[in-house]
C-alpha cells in the first residue's frame, strides 16, 4: 500500500512540474497590470452603481494623480449620492493638484448647502493654496465640532 501511495505522489509531481516547465509565455502581449490599464478600471469604476466601488475608485485615482480623473471626480463631487464619496472626490482633487479640480473644490468649499462637505473642502483647498504659496495660512475651525457648534 506504501509503495502504491509513493509512486502516485511521484507520478503527479512529474506530471505538475512537467505542465509547469513547458507553459509558454506569451511575450507579444502588453502586460494586464500597466498604470493605463488600473487608470482605465478605476474611470470605469467611477461610474458603478455601487457606492463602495466608486469611493474606492475616487480615492485610488487621486493616489495615483490621474489627470484623466479630474472631469469625473469633479463630476462625482458636484452629483454624489452621499456626503463620503463627495468628500473623496474633493481630497482626490486636490491630491491630483489640477487647478481645474482645487478651483471646483474651493467653489464647493464657499457655496456647497451641507456643512460637512463644506468644512471638508474649506480644509482640503486651504490646504492646497498652502502648497502652492508655501505659506501657513491660519486654520478657521480646528475640529469638526468646532466648525458644527459655530453653525
Known sequence: MKSKLTIAIVVLAALLFTNFSYAEVNKTESKANTYEVIEQNRLIGLASDNEGLRISCAFNLG?????????????LLRDGTSEEERIIAALSLIK???PRGAFFVGRTAKFCDCEKLRYFCTKFYQSYLNAQTGEKQQEIFKTWEEYAIAE
Not at 493616489?63 to 463630476?75: D, G, Q, R, T, W
Open 63 to 75: 493616489e495615483m494623480k490621474s489627470e484623466k480623473a479630474v472631469i469625473p471626480l469633479i463630476k
Open 96 to 98: 491630483i493638484g489640477d
